[in-house]
T-cell receptor, first 113, second 110 residues
Framework: NAGVTQTPKFQVLKTGQSMTLQCAQD?????MSWYRQDPGMGLRLIHY???????DQGEVPNGYNVSRSTTEDFPLRLLSAAPSQTSVYFC????????????FGEGSRLTVL | GDSVTQMEGPVTLSEEAFLTINCTYT??????LFWYVQYPGEGLQLLLK?????DKGSNKGFEATYRKETTSFHLEKGSVQVSDSAVYFC?????????FGTGTSLTVIP
């Protein structure tokens, strides 16, 4: 029972580099989302998707792109990393039916130098 | 817009002490309310939830009651254990977006 799987767990980038954080879930959840967690700020929603082919912006979308070509995968792309994007990133999914429960991955710690 | 405000931490308690972590919310519509817990090095996991006014969520000895009149969802536990040491997040959703509080770190000492 894999649940929500995020890769990589740790990454160091230089300013201006690009990278993709991968997220996959095997629970057939329609809803998937990306959060960043910063000290004193809690979790803030970056982007979310309610199904394949549908994405929308959250609270802090600038500097990030997403796509949803399959139900299982929801990658988060940083096109030109900045030090302000140093954070811990969490992917989360939610089952249909309106229960509202989010299932989280273990997180990806990104450092931008 | 929708938001959650929760008690600042950190909180340090002795084992078997009573725990309260305050959470209040602002929302348009009728939100569902949640408490999530995050253990060191892990992602968040659902602790309990309540979907309508006066509902009480409970799990592992923790409880929280959805109070519409005071827009609150305070987390309580009668007797904490060392294993309860973690960060606790209050959260709400009214649809496709979830809003989290800043988290309250709890340390329980033997």
């Amino acid at each position: 029972n894999a649940g929500v799987t995020q890769t990589p767990k740790f990454q160091v980038l230089k300013t201006g580099q690009s990278m993709t954080l991968q997220c996959a879930q095997d629970m057939n959840h329609e809803y998937m989302s990306w959060y960043r967690q910063d000290p004193g700020m809690g979790l803030r929603l970056i982007h979310y998707s309610v199904g394949a082919g549908i994405t929308d912006q959250g609270e802090v979308p600038n500097g990030y792109n997403v796509s949803r070509s399959t139900t299982e995968d929801f990658p988060l792309r940083l096109l030109s990393a900045a030090p302000s994007q140093t954070s811990v990133y969490f992917c989360a999914s939610s089952p249909p039916g309106g229960t509202g429960e989010l299932f989280f991955g273990e997180g990806s710690r990104l450092t931008v130098l | 817009g929708d938001s959650v405000t929760q008690m600042e931490g950190p909180v340090t308690l002795s084992e078997e002490a009573f725990l309260t972590i305050n959470c209040t919310y602002t929302a348009t519509g009728y939100p569902s309310l949640f408490w999530y817990v995050q253990y060191p090095g892990e992602g968040l996991q659902l602790l309990l939830k309540a979907t309508k006014a006066d509902d009480k969520g409970s799990n592992k000895g923790f409880e929280a009651t959805y109070r519409k009149e005071t827009t609150s969802f305070h987390l309580e536990k009668g007797s904490v254990q060392v294993s309860d040491s973690a960060v606790y997040f209050c959260a709400l959703t009214t649809g496709n977006q979830f809003y989290f509080g800043t988290g309250t770190s709890l340390t329980v000492i033997p």
